[in-house]
């Protein structure tokens, strides 16, 4: 089964910008679709964006506008541009790959994102 190594995380202001990137570790070519998740503290996991196979993109309504989700099938790399970082977005975030009914693959161990002034 494919593994994802998520990076990039850190610290940023309110208000700042981070680009996460997960490196997958053989071909993502036939994967249905590829998110981007995230969980806090107390919270469940949430699917922040997904991209299919096709380049269709979905977006939770919270990050709509903010964040922007890639895919280079050829790199087996998928990336998060976050922009306008809010505290509420302090979370570990992870991709994975889903097949058409939604169910995730292996979960990698995540990058921590940290809002705050």
């Known amino acids: 089964q494919v593994q994802f190594e998520e990076s990039g995380g850190g610290l940023v202001q309110p208000g700042g910008s981070l680009t996460l990137s997960c490196t997958a570790s053989?071909?993502?070519?036939?994967?249905?679709?590829m998110g981007w998740y995230r969980q806090s503290p107390g919270k469940r996991r949430e699917l922040l964006a997904g991209?299919?196979?096709?380049?269709?993109?979905t977006y939770k309504d919270s990050v709509k506008g903010r964040f922007i989700i890639s895919r280079d099938n050829a790199k087996r790399t998928v990336s998060l541009q976050m922009t306008s970082l809010q505290d509420e977005d302090t979370a570990v975030y992870y991709c994975?790959?889903?097949?058409?009914?939604?169910?995730?693959?292996?979960w990698g161990r995540g990058t921590q994102v940290t809002v705050s002034s």
């Open positions: 994975v790959g889903y097949n058409r009914q939604g169910d995730p693959g292996s």
């Open positions: 053989g071909s993502i070519d036939d994967i249905y679709g």
């Open positions: 991209i299919t196979s096709g380049g269709i993109t």
